[in-house]
């Protein structure tokens, strides 16, 4: 019994450095949602400066598209903008983005300041679509399918290796689906 308790510290320890050990091989911007393959929660919010539409579900339908969630507030936004200004004069893919938890006059100055690669910018002042997506910090990016379901997220600030390897091949995937 003695000698039990004596490598109890030791089976402790390598248990721990086991865990470790293929926590450091996971890669942190494909932390999977338990959203991907489901409809895309209820989503109806303002759009800054427009009265006569929201940005809302029915928004997705009929088309592959990404929705950005992203503040002004935010470094890695600032560093994933102009991926996403080229994208938009590419027209590779519609964008829309979610201001999260960010003040309309500070979202609109950044968007003047960066300009715009968005289709729509939904505000989301609260949080509370942003919650309902399972968002845990911006950037973070959700390609939706044409039936309104979410595909993938993409957790981090899209740059061009995240672009042409993992969301372009999927998107075009996506594209093709009858």
Not at 60 to 83: D, M, T, Y
Not at 143 to 157: E, S
Request: hydrophobic share 45%; glycine share 6%; charged share 25%.
């Amino acid at each position: 019994m003695n000698r039990a308790v004596l490598f109890l510290p030791l089976a402790i320890f390598m248990g721990l450095v086991g865990y470790f050990a293929i926590g450091l091989t996971r890669n942190p911007s494909e932390i999977r949602s338990v959203l991907v393959d489901k409809p895309l929660p209820a989503i109806d919010l303002p759009v800054p400066d427009r009265t006569d539409i929201r940005l809302d579900n029915a928004t997705f339908q009929g088309k592959v598209s990404l929705l950005n969630v992203f503040a002004s507030w935010c470094i890695a936004c600032r560093v994933e903008h102009p991926v996403l200004l080229r994208l938009a004069s590419e027209k590779a893919i519609p964008i829309y983005g979610l201001a999260w938890k960010d003040k309309p006059e500070e979202m609109k100055a950044w968007i003047a300041e960066l300009g715009d690669p968005y289709s729509l910018i939904g505000d989301d002042a609260k949080g509370r679509t942003a919650i309902d997506l399972g968002v845990t910090g911006a950037p973070e990016t959700f390609v939706i399918d044409r039936k309104g379901k979410i595909r993938y997220k993409f957790v981090g600030p899209i740059d061009d290796y995240a672009w042409e390897s993992t969301l372009k091949p999927l998107i075009k995937l996506l594209e093709a689906e009858p």
